[in-house]
């Protein structure tokens, strides 16, 4: 299982001093592009050859606020769940205590030049046994 260690910064954090709720999806974003990058897929490189990979579905639970200078870490698991649907499940957990802070489910595809889904061999090979 993939792991991000993140700290949760000032500005991150809302008038009621938690990290606000739409600032947890950029957590989940940047650990599954980090997770990609360190697996040798290359948004830049995909985009330039006319594939991109796209979010369908975002699903979140919040389960304890974030404050600021909070170390945590995000992970990151794939599953398949058609031949073009893959969905990264990644939970948010305290550092200090691995306490679960945030659940969350993305869905996304991959999609050729012509904006049609595609199946994309290169995330089957991070699907973990």
């Known amino acids: 299982m993939y792991k991000l260690y993140l700290r949760v910064r000032d500005y991150e954090c809302d008038l009621q001093k938690v ?17 990609l990058l360190e ?5 830049a490189a995909l985009a330039e050859a006319g594939i ?9 639970d919040y389960k304890k606020p974030l404050v600021s200078q909070d170390d945590f870490y995000v992970t990151v698991e ?11 499940i990644q939970n948010i957990y305290h550092k200090e205590n691995d306490q679960l802070m945030v659940q969350g ?5 991959a999609v050729n030049s012509k904006g049609r889904p595609m199946a994309f ?9």
């Open 121 to 129: 061999a290169p995330l089957d090979n991070l699907i973990e046994d």
């Open 19 to 35: 990290v606000n709720n739409s600032v947890y999806q950029n957590y989940l974003e940047h650990a599954r592009h980090e997770f």
């Open 78 to 88: 794939v599953q398949k769940t058609s031949r073009i649907q893959y969905v990264f």
């Open 39 to 43: 697996k040798g897929v290359d948004f």
């Open 105 to 109: 489910k993305t869905i996304g595809i």
């Open 52 to 60: 991109n990979l796209m979010v369908v579905r975002v699903e979140l």
